[in-house]
């Protein structure tokens, strides 16, 4: 009986470690066979373990259940595909299977079906007996595959992608990628990605039906609407023609590097790669990567160029369709031809030779216009006659790879790069271009000044060589004596008095002044090499004095909408300010009308050149980001309250934050700033300063302002360093900018949705949550609701402070164009980082 017994146990034990195995391969294998069901927590793992494929929830405050794969060393937020994207089951019941037709199905507890690959079937009795032993696999690629009993392939999730092109996969022409909802939805999103084949192929981000991006024509090697794709793709990207399907495909330079294409939830193509010592996604290129990259931004026969101001330029032969839309930086209308073609003048193709001809302007380094057709020709020359032969061509170009490429439409999306781009041939009058029918006299000509030229370059060598010379002895001079002081700023030493550019008077504080010649020598007579960027003051340079000291200068423009009130009061506020979150002034040079402030050098220089730039903005981790938050409101909480002087900043913006070379926040730019009196709380002005979006609304439509205007620009600055975005690249038929935006997220209960995905798996939620509630209680309607600084730093120091729930804001300062009847038509004002110089509030 014992024996019996114990006989009995050892059957139950080597069943129990039998079925205990089994489950265990069913769990892990990498296929499943036709009969076989899956249910939620079984997976199918590939065979070197490089993806999963199961059941998972993108959201783990809720229990929506999607069949996806995702990588197994990757995060969280590893998801490369999604079955049931926009079925969701809503418990932990979900099955997944092959069923008798051969179709890979997932169900919910019910047995209603959520998805399915739909492959048609065959009635025939062959295929029949096919689809009897089918079996689906996952790959070590991550493509879920599904075969026959003779291993004929009927379907695979590489043909049917999500938002993810993986390494190993065709990327057809007809196929589209489409982003998530967010981060926690995988259901089909507003953006999408795919090729584009005309003329040659492109890659093209949409936003619903409207192009966002594009990436220029694919040209054998590299998209030439991409002009750093050489240094970040290395080789890898193909194209390939499969019978009349063109497809890319991609293999990473690296065989281990785990690399991704991913469309986001907000509208960006990221090429990513898998860090594995900071276990995390690194960013390799991300577009659109700035306001250039944004489909069409200058309107039709305008290109834009991110380095000058403004960005938007009309094409040579073009002007403007409405000057007043285009000073006011609405570049929509884009440009007209300023002289008609003379063969469309004359109803004619070609005319006479003993006529005027049309001729074609040389454009380098730009981003070709989209909608190109291309013809298979010789040479650049055979491409220019076919398209002068035409009167209805307009623009011509020859690249290498492609062939002749014209355009016959309106030019649109074009962009001016500093290197690599095409260069593009637009057919202007004969009248555009200079009279040349007598090219003797004009070679002639050419030489004299040619001569000329160099005599005068010459003898200018001399002369710069001489002044630099005695500018050197100036400052020597000036370094080892008494500094000049100003007495204007040295009269008052009270410290009281309304020093506002409105006119008034008040006290300063001893200045150093340096002059013309010796900043001229610091700064290598405003090289270019020197220039560190443009600003609504004027152009700003970096320099070195003799002592060795780095400085920036900011030079006044004579162009500038801010003139010497502003420059005077600049002069005046900074002298008295002392603070470690202030940019401090190391003197000014006022001599005829040249006018400028010298700075101490910023190593990074200011806060925008790493928030929005997408490759820069990792370097800011939460980190470094909050303690700039809490360092821009200590700065603000001296100027309100500790410093003698109460001040009212006015224009508080990512472009005004200059980061030292350890990524301290200082606040600068006092062009605009306003003095307090000791027992003022509010001021009412009828010149209204600021920069458009960041303004209060009780500022910007009635010039009222206050310390609260100041907290209503950190809101909104706040919001930015959070979401790692500019304020104006949320602007939709939804949203007028950011604060819209944000309130959506906080009403619809997913505030982190805000975090900048860069930070998003080292960030302190709780933090940066505590910190997208302190925003929107800053950006409220109403000063009255919003903080003053110093509760603001409080609330930002101290974690048990309950903060009060913020109010729907019902009205921002981001008004859309077609809304601005507040602002004077006749005066500028600015897009995002120019400040405005005057507006007329109601």
Not at 386 to 401: D, R
Not at 586 to 604: D, F, H, Q, S, T
């Amino acid at each position: 009986m014992a024996s019996d017994i114990i006989i009995s146990n050892w059957c139950i034990f080597l069943f129990t470690v039998f079925y205990f195995n089994f489950q265990c391969c069913t769990c892990t294998s990498n296929k499943i066979r036709k009969g076989e069901i899956l249910r939620d927590g079984d997976i199918l793992i590939s065979p070197k373990k490089e993806f999963i494929l199961g059941f998972f929830s993108p959201n783990v405050s809720n229990n929506q259940r999607f069949l996806g794969i995702w990588y197994v060393d990757g995060p969280f937020n590893s998801f490369v595909w999604v079955a049931n994207r926009d079925k969701p089951i809503f418990d932990k019941n979900g099955t997944f299977t092959i069923d008798k037709n051969g179709n890979f199905v997932v169900k919910n507890g019910h047995g209603n079906l959520m998805w399915t690959t739909n492959v048609s079937t065959s009635k025939s009795q062959t295929a029949r007996n096919e689809r009897q032993n089918c079996t689906a696999f996952l790959s070590d690629d991550g493509n879920l595959i599904i075969v026959n009993s003779n291993n004929k392939e009927l379907w695979q999730s590489f043909h049917h992608p999500t938002d993810t092109f993986l390494p190993g996969m065709k990327f057809y022409m007809d196929q589209v990628l489409r982003s998530w909802t967010s981060e926690t939805n995988p259901s089909p999103g507003r953006y999408s990605l795919g090729a584009n084949p005309r003329g040659s192929p492109q890659i093209v981000i949409w936003d619903g039906p409207d192009r966002r991006w594009r990436s220029g024509y694919w040209d054998g090697s590299i998209f030439t609407g991409v002009p750093d794709m050489k240094a970040a793709y290395a080789h890898g990207l193909k194209l390939y023609n499969e019978g009349d399907r063109l497809y890319f495909t991609y293999t990473a330079a690296n065989l281990s590097d785990v690399v991704r294409f991913h469309i986001s939830p907000s509208g960006y193509e990221l090429q990513q790669r898998w860090d594995k010592d900071r276990e995390k996604w690194s960013i390799i290129q991300s577009h659109p990567s700035g306001d250039c990259d944004l489909y069409n931004l200058c309107g039709n026969f305008a290109k834009c160029d991110v380095n000058d101001s403004p960005k938007c330029i009309c094409l040579a032969g073009f002007v403007p369709k409405d000057l007043g839309q285009w000073n006011a930086r609405n570049w929509s209308e884009g440009c007209v031809r300023r002289k008609e073609l003379e063969c469309r003048g004359n109803n004619t193709v070609l005319k006479s030779d003993g006529g005027k001809r049309d001729g074609f302007f040389e454009i380098e380094r730009i981003k070709l216009p989209d909608f190109a057709d291309t013809a298979e020709l010789q040479n650049i020359d055979e491409c220019q006659s076919k398209c002068l032969e035409n009167c209805s061509c307009i623009a011509y170009a020859f690249v290498s790879g492609i062939s002749c490429m014209t355009w016959s439409g309106d030019l649109v999306d074009m962009q001016q790069f500093k290197e690599g781009g095409n260069t593009l041939y637009i057919r202007l009058a004969s009248s555009e271009f200079a009279d040349s029918n007598r090219t003797v006299q004009i070679v002639v000509i050419s030489v004299m000044v040619a001569g000329a030229f160099l005599v005068c370059m010459a003898i200018l060598l001399l002369c710069k060589y001489e002044v630099k010379k005695r500018a050197s002895n100036r400052i020597n001079q000036m370094e080892t004596s008494e500094p000049t002081r100003s007495r204007e700023f040295s009269q008052d030493t009270s410290g009281a008095g309304d020093l506002s550019i409105e006119g008034h008077h008040g006290s300063g504080s001893e200045l150093t002044f340096f002059s013309f010649s010796g900043v001229a020598a610091a700064t290598n007579n405003f090289s270019n090499e020197n220039k560190l960027g443009q600003g609504g003051f004027g152009p700003v340079y970096k320099g070195k004095l003799l002592c060795g000291l780095e400085i920036a200068v900011k030079r006044l423009s004579r162009k500038s909408g801010q003139g010497l009130e502003e420059f005077k009061n600049e002069i005046k506020l900074i002298a008295k300010l002392q603070h470690r979150n202030l940019v401090r002034l190391v003197g000014c040079c006022i001599e005829g009308e040249e006018k400028m402030l010298l700075y101490e050098y910023m190593a990074n220089k200011s806060l925008d050149s790493f928030l929005f730039d997408p490759v820069k903005q990792a370097q800011l981790d939460w980190r470094k980001r909050f303690n700039i938050i809490e360092g821009i409101a200590r700065g603000l909480l001296y100027l309100h309250r500790d410093s003698r002087l109460r001040i009212i900043h006015r224009d508080l913006k990512a472009s005004n934050i200059l980061l030292d070379e350890d990524m301290n926040p200082k606040i600068s730019d006092f062009g605009m700033a306003r003095i307090f009196g000791g027992n003022e709380n509010e001021a009412n002005t009828n010149r209204v300063v600021g920069t458009y979006g960041y303004m209060a609304p009780e500022y910007a439509m009635e010039g009222l302002f206050s310390g609260k205007s100041d907290v209503y620009s950190f809101g909104v600055l706040l919001l930015e360093i959070i979401c790692g975005r500019m304020n104006t690249s949320f602007r939709s038929d939804e949203h007028s900018g950011i604060i819209g935006y944000a309130w959506q997220k906080w009403d619809e209960g997913t505030p982190m949705d805000l975090v900048d995905r860069s930070i998003w798996d080292e960030c302190q939620h709780d933090e940066a949550l505590r910190c997208i509630h302190l925003a929107l209680i800053c950006v409220q309607d109403m000063a009255v609701h919003r903080p003053s600084i110093s509760s603001i730093v409080l609330m930002l120091e101290t974690d048990n402070i309950q903060l009060p729930l913020p109010r729907q804001p019902t009205y921002t300062s981001m008004r859309r164009y077609e809304d601005a009847e507040i602002w004077n038509e006749k005066k500028d004002f600015s897009s995002n980082n120019v400040t405005i110089s005057v507006i007329v509030g109601r």
